[in-house]
């Protein structure tokens, strides 16, 4: 006798949405306390403003915000929802979950429910695990959120890092599909690498000595080594890439959209250059404007991407998130439909 499993099917994303916090912070408030400037800023990331949120603006309120909106373009109710994934590295406690508050809020404190940590790759690692769990037939609708406080973990006065990160939160609904929307996930891990972005600069010396008390850790903060996340981006993370436009079978002249993870903007000119996006192709550039939102930046880029472009509702879409880890995640996905 041998186990009836159902039928594998296909996923797609249903619908996206987001939320940015209120407060908009531009350069000229950040590069006095790092003896900064505007153009150098520009010139090494392409930020040119940030958002912060509130203390009103909490992980779990950006995360309702952004789900809500997603469920609104669905035409979804939360009950129709059987799984929550959410993707976070800046939620301030182990347990419980910051997933398991969040769907109680939502108002649905019976379904499955939990967090991963792939920090700027967690939307993408969501994506896979949500597509996955719909086509196995293990769940229905699954709600995919990336939401991230980072200024709580940025040190103002670090002049490596102070003008990169910020807030918000995006969220997808990966439903069921009649044809496959959702390509197969490329990804993996450069782990002995991992000590290249902590969220701890004692982080190394804890490990190492593990009789220290995590109390003598402080605060965290984020600490990274940019010139070789620069390098490891661009040389390694672009291939990632390719794979994952061969795994899907589809050229990059096909593709509607590039949404690669809003780390830095010469980052992505360059990934695009390695994979060979066609001047056709729609590059998100959210960067610019909202800063790097790890977990949240990929959604949050695509939502802003299709209000720009409404034509880019129903085509296809390479993602691309990678972070500290060292982690990766690439996938080719159908972009929603108009709501």
Known sequence: MSIKLPAIGNSQILSVGS???????????????????DEWIQQRTGIQSRRFAGADETVISMAQAACESALKRAKLKIEDVDTLILATISYPF??????????????????????????????????AMAS??????????????????????TDPDDRATAFIFADGAGAVIIGQSQEPCIGPAVWGSDADARDAIVLSPAYTEFRNSPDKGVAELGW???????????????????????????????????????????????????????????????????IRVNGNTSAASIPLAMDVLLEQHPELHGTLAL????????????????LPPKP
């Open 19 to 37: 939320y940015r916090p209120k407060r908009l912070v531009p350069n000229s408030e950040i590069v006095d306390r790092i003896e900064s400037n």
């Open 319 to 334: 993602l691309i998130g990678y972070g500290a880890g060292l982690v990766y995640a690439a996938q080719v996905v159908q």
């Open 132 to 153: 996955d769990l719909v086509r196995a037939g293990t769940s229905k609708n699954v709600l995919v959120v990336g939401v991230e406080k980072l200024s709580d973990f």
């Open 220 to 286: 965290p903060n984020i600490s990274q080594q940019g010139q070789t996340v620069y390098r490891w981006a661009v040389f390694t993370v672009s291939k990632v890439g390719i794979k994952a436009l061969e795994a899907a079978g589809v050229r990059p002249d096909e593709l509607g959209a590039f949404i690669p993870h809003q780390a830095n903007m010469r980052i992505i000119e360059s990934m695009a250059k390695e994979i060979k996006i066609p001047e056709s192709v729609v590059i998100a550039d959210d």
């Open 94 to 127: 182990q347990a419980p979950s910051a997933a398991t508050e969040l769907i109680n809020v939502l108002g649905n404190p019976k379904a499955a429910a939990f967090d991963i940590s792939a920090a700027c790759a967690g939307f993408c690692y969501g994506v």
